[in-house]
């Protein structure tokens, strides 16, 4: 049965309640600012009142660095009814003893909205225990979302009650990630959910060791910082290199040496694993991992051709960008090209064995340059030399018809040529003719450009001033209408207004959805977009209203963008140096490369 849930209702202009001002409430309540929310913490003392806004004033700076984000407020209050007024989320931080936090759900019950989400900050506790004095209405809106220690540890793991609504975790997910949190989701009820489970088990037997008098704290302190902090260890991918039916073993000796129940570790091994054949590293059938990708299938896995900047370089000039190949691993290959001028829109055409760039070169003059490499032996050619265009941005290609498309930002135009250069046209001028005051013209700056054939349409981005707000994306026919110029052209929509800061564009050949990337102000900036396009190439509103969807978050000045829809994936770069992989439903978000000395712009797959 489909789920009837919904969000709380405009819950970005409601409050975040955290109910208790002590060392870890007060630190919850300024990761939810650090998102832009407006927080109330309620606390019966006067004191814990006082210096939890006290703490709000003197730290936020650091919550915010982790969102970039404009700080929400923090108020405290006494009275929890005014405190729990409006408010969309209520987060439980009261004393770990089970009848206050029975008592405490009670009265969220009684004076929260009844669209709030409530939850438990406890890990000793689940929140199923806290349970005795809700309706069952209430019961589908609890659960517990336990933090660490923010800033410096922002992991939260997030739990059913038994009776949770499924629909409220995916939605907490992007909202606590919007706070720079680290979210996970136990699958199941678990005191103590997941870490602190691990956790136990670790100080339990360090406790026995020293009990024992076989090691010291030192020594354990020493071994643990060797192993899992230098050493990169880590539980399951290393009992995968020993091998499970070793561990088990081994575990089947401290079974009998202790008298210990074999049900979950040993009996639980041969049964999931150890009997079909699932070892470890050592099998080709994997082990608590899946298996490794053999070596033929990653022999044949994509290339990643990236663009470079060189800006984070030690010595930085504007001549320091270069053309990187990557594997879909994140491992460098080769250098294809160096000493490039601000390189930024990149595509390749594989049946001619050509790549092609764009240099922006000094912004403002007209120097940019787009040119082409054959990567098979790696020759150099200049397409549309230095003096014709200004700042050439993102280059898409219709390969059918052997043309290429970019963007010229300080031009204020779109181009279109062919392969070797010739027949250069403008297909759009954003300005009027005499107008060429680059500042002036910030509004019409295009930036990112995409072309369907199929739909008989190109589209591209006008970005607006820097975090402005302002961003547009338009649209027009790739057959200029008769009589008409890139001036005067009849046939230009808007077809998206109000952007933070769209930058580059794809569009997916199969699902026909247009996808870009937005370096503006988050939540919706600094992200992966997508809106689904009609057959007429126009973006189709869906039953909420909403034109576009926001699948990814938290970049840092996202700009490259790569769809492959046959194998499920997002690539996108960002200024600060990542290469990410994300899947297509906006659930799985990984960095592949991570190299603070990179700025990266354009990519394309191989």
């Known amino acids: 049965m489909a789920s009837t849930w919904q969000p709380p ?36 003392s006067l004191q814990q009142r006082k210096e939890s806004v006290a703490y709000f004033d003197e730290n936020i700076a650091l919550y915010t660095q982790k969102t970039c984000q404009t700080p929400g407020t923090v108020k405290s209050l006494e009275e929890l009814e005014e405190a729990l007024t409006g408010a969309w989320l209520v987060i439980e931080a009261v004393p770990e003893v089970l009848q206050l936090k029975v008592d405490t759900f009670a009265h969220l019950e009684a004076f929260a909205p009844s669209d709030c989400i409530l939850a438990s900050n406890s890990s000793s506790y689940k929140s199923s225990e806290m349970l005795d004095r809700v309706s069952d209405a209430t019961r589908s809106r609890i659960l517990n979302m336990h933090y660490y220690m923010p800033p410096r540890n922002m992991v939260v793991e997030l739990m059913t009650d038994g009776h949770t609504e499924e629909s409220i975790f995916p939605f907490m997910v992007d909202r606590c990630k919007e706070g720079g949190a680290l979210p996970y989701v136990a699958r199941k009820e678990s005191t103590g959910l997941i870490f602190n489970r691990l956790w136990a088990a670790v100080k339990r037997e360090i406790l026995t060791i020293l009990a024992e008098d076989v090691s010291t704290p030192e020594e354990i302190d020493s071994l643990w910082d060797q192993m899992f902090v230098k050493g990169g260890a880590t539980p399951c991918k290393t009992m995968d290199d020993v091998g499970l039916d070793t561990v088990a073993l081994i575990e089947s000796h401290y079974v009998k040496e202790r008298d210990l129940c074999p049900e979950k570790t040993v009996d639980f091994l041969n049964a999931r694993y150890i009997k079909d054949g699932k070892l470890g590293t050592k099998s080709q059938h994997g082990g608590l991992y899946p298996p490794a990708v053999a070596k033929e299938a990653a022999a044949k896995a994509p290339s990643i051709l990236v663009l470079d900047l060189g800006l984070s ?70 397409i549309v030399a230095p003096g014709t265009i200004n700042t050439p941005k993102q280059l898409t290609l219709d390969k059918e018809a052997k043309k290429l498309y970019f963007c010229d930002r300080e031009g204020c135009r779109v181009y279109r040529c062919n392969f070797d250069g010739s027949e250069l046209e403008t297909l759009v001028w954003t300005c009027e003719l005499e107008d060429t005051d680059p500042k002036k013209n910030i509004h019409n700056w295009c930036v990112g450009i995409a072309v369907d054939a199929e739909l008989g349409k190109f589209y591209w981005s006008q970005k607006g001033p820097s975090k402005g707000g302002q961003g547009r994306i338009f649209c027009a026919n790739i057959s200029t209408p008769f009589g008409e110029s890139g001036i005067n052209r009849s046939d230009v929509e808007c077809i998206l207004d109000g952007l933070p800061e769209p930058i580059d564009l794809e569009i997916s050949e199969i699902s026909k959805s247009l996808y870009w990337t937005d370096r503006g102000e988050i939540p919706f900036g600094n992200s992966v977009n997508r809106a689904q396009l009609d057959s007429s190439g126009r973006i189709i509103e869906n039953s909420s209203t909403k034109k576009y969807e926001v699948l990814y978050r938290h970049f840092n000045e996202a700009i490259g963008l790569k769809i492959d829809e046959k194998s499920n994936s997002i690539y996108v770069t960002d200024l600060g140096g990542r290469i990410y992989h994300c899947d297509l439903h906006g659930t799985d978000k990984s960095v592949l490369v991570d190299d603070e000395k990179r700025a990266f712009t354009g990519l394309v797959l191989l």
Request: aromatic share 6%; hydrophobic share 40%.
């Open 9 to 44: 209702k405009d819950y970005r202009n409601r409050a975040v309640v955290v109910l208790g001002g002590g060392v870890l409430g007060r630190r919850i309540a300024c990761v939810w600012a650090s998102a832009g929310y407006n927080v109330r913490i309620r606390d019966p």
């Open 313 to 382: 370089s030690v010595s930085p000039t504007m001549s320091s960008g270069s053309i990187l190949e990557y594997s879909t691993t994140g491992q460098i290959k080769r250098a294809l090209a160096v000493n490039q001028a601000l390189p930024d829109g990149l595509a390749v055409d594989t049946s001619s064995g050509l790549a092609f760039w764009t240099n922006m070169g000094i912004p403002g003059k007209q120097d940019g340059t787009v040119l082409s490499i054959n990567l098979h032996t790696t020759e150099i050619k200049t």
